[in-house]
């Protein structure tokens, strides 16, 4: 079992920074691939970006040269790096673990789900 809390939501103005935090407990951390996804009110969850066990990234076209994901094992953490924040990026942000080494982008490919964490972005 793997339990994610996510922190570092809030408001934010347009072209803002955010850092968001996926603290990670239970099973070993680099076991597996980690993911950001996204879910804006009246819209389907979807994928921002992932991580590999081995810290390679790979992003959403949305927020790609904008975002940044890492992770630190020896931590357990994930981390969202959010640059130039656009209105369009307001959504609770979810990270999520999946049992495999490797990034996916489908949600129903992850298995641990952390609560949430809003961003807000005005413009």
Same mark, same amino acid.
């Given at each position: 079992?793997?339990? *994610?809390?996510?922190? +570092? ?8 920074? *955010?850092? *968001? ?22 819209? $389907?969850?979807?994928?921002? +970006? +992932? ?36 209105? $369009? ?12 080494? *490797? ?21």
């Amino acid at each position: 079992q793997v339990m *994610l809390v996510e922190s +570092g939501g809030g408001l934010a103005q347009a072209g803002d920074s *955010l850092r *968001l935090s996926c603290a990670a407990s239970g099973r070993t951390f680099s076991d597996y691939a980690m993911g950001w996804f996204r879910q804006a009110p009246g819209k $389907e969850r979807e994928f921002v +970006g +992932g991580i590999s066990w081995s810290g390679a990234p790979y992003y959403a076209d949305s927020v790609k040269g904008r975002f940044t994901i890492s992770r630190d094992n020896a931590k357990n953490t994930m981390y969202l790096q959010m640059n130039s924040l656009k209105p $369009e990026d307001t959504a609770v942000y979810y990270c999520a673990a999946r049992n495999s080494v *490797l990034i996916a982008q489908d949600k129903e490919r992850y298995q641990y789900w952390g609560q949430g964490t809003q961003v807000t972005v005005s413009s």
